[in-house]
């Protein structure tokens, strides 16, 4: 997540198979610029962060915000996503989760849209227009239809 003083932050997410700091290191740094602030729990795969960002950390065995160190508004975009897995969408195929996670990406990163749910109708209808999906390939099914 990125904080905007004044604005409104902005999520960017992906599906990772662990959260083991090989994998986590390289997102991180994917994404955030060499010295940067960032904020993390105490999960010790952010430890080697250290070394290439100004590395603030939270232990919520402790408390959740420390000296204005907190990860609040990450945790409320989690929130978000799994309210609407487990509120809305019910059930969610491990294969299609990527797609949920993009869905709630958009909807959180547009929740400020000046023109309101119109301003986001619209951009999502000019994201689909003229594009198709066909169910197999939504499924993943890449076999040869039965005649």
Known sequence: MERHSGGHS????????????SL?????RKYVLKGAEI???ALPAYREL?????????DHAECYVKDGVHTNGMENFWSLL???????????EPFHLFRYLSEQVFRFNERKDEAGDQGRFL??????FGKRLPYRKL???NDALPA
Do not use: M, P, W
Not at 123 to 128: F, I, R, W, Y
């Open 10 to 21: 902005k999520v960017i997410a992906e599906v990772v198979e662990h959260t083991r700091a």
């Open 24 to 28: 986590l290191n390289v997102n991180v």
């Open 39 to 41: 904020h993390t729990d």
């Open 50 to 58: 250290q070394a290439d960002f100004n590395h603030k950390v939270v």
């Open 82 to 92: 799994k309210r609407g897995i487990k509120g809305t969408y019910v059930s969610v």
């Open 123 to 128: 951009k999502v209808a000019g994201n689909v």
């Open 139 to 141: 499924i993943g099914c």
